[in-house]
């Protein structure tokens, strides 16, 4: 590959991602660090990015708000995983709130058609949980954010507010020990809170390239997390520093890809 194609590629990276590390991208392309270190010089002198320690930001130092479609696509395996370990905690009787994740709408897509109630402001959701039979559907109302198939606004909080929820599964776009779990767009952070807030139980949905990074709205502490169901790429002393702090960590095993990892 030349260095421009490549180049090009690295920005694209970081435009979804906002950092990238050095060895990261070397052993992505399967070149040196040092071939990688020339191209970051080289697209920071055109002002493309800016160098930090170990690696490269955008400019903002932010990954760009990914539409609902973008997510839905990356990291298959792992989401479907993830909704796998998830699903043992579904039982019949109880009220369930999933954020509009593409993590939690995996999640979603594997629920069995028993009686209980979905609360969410997820366009998505809604429009797979309709089809169910037994499962009651109780939609937030808002404002539709298309990008992000997304139901936003005041209307959101206070549906949430006359439910009693027992499970809250949300994802992230961050997940960083200190400061907790963050979010690209702020309504959709805001709802977040809210429902941590309200929820008797949250669940966070993470898959493990999103540790040990943060976006630009942080929305729950590690405290405020019952259980964190990850994959098996997850650092394993991350994981202990996790469950040193109080909250349960779930391993889920990915099945041999079928799809790209992206």
Sequence with gaps: ???????????????????????????????????IRRDLQALSETHQLKRIHGGAASMTGR???????????????????????????????????????????ALVSALPDQPFRVVTNSFAVIEHVSRLQEVELVSTGGRYHRKTHTFVGGETIDTLRRHN?????????????????????????????????????????????KFNKRSEYFFASTSDISEIITDSGADPELVNEIRSLGSKVTIAQSTPATNPKT
């Design 63 to 105: 990954p760009r708000l990914q539409s609902f479609n973008e997510r839905q696509n990356l990291r298959v395996d792992d989401k479907i995983a993830i909704a796998q370990a998830a699903s043992d905690l579904i039982q019949p009787g109880q009220t369930y709130a999933f954020d509009s994740s593409t993590t939690a709408f």
């Design 165 to 209: 929820v027992h499970t809250a599964f949300l994802s992230c776009i961050g997940y960083d020990l200190k400061r907790g779990a963050s979010e690209g767009f702020e309504q959709q952070a805001t709802f977040k809170t809210r429902l941590v807030e309200h929820a008797e139980r949250v669940v966070l949905l993470v898959d493990s390239s």
């Design 1 to 35: 590959m030349l260095a421009p194609e490549r180049q090009q590629i690295i920005l694209s990276l970081i435009e979804d991602r906002g950092t990238v590390r050095t060895v990261d991208l070397a052993a992505e392309f399967e070149v040196t660090d040092e071939t």
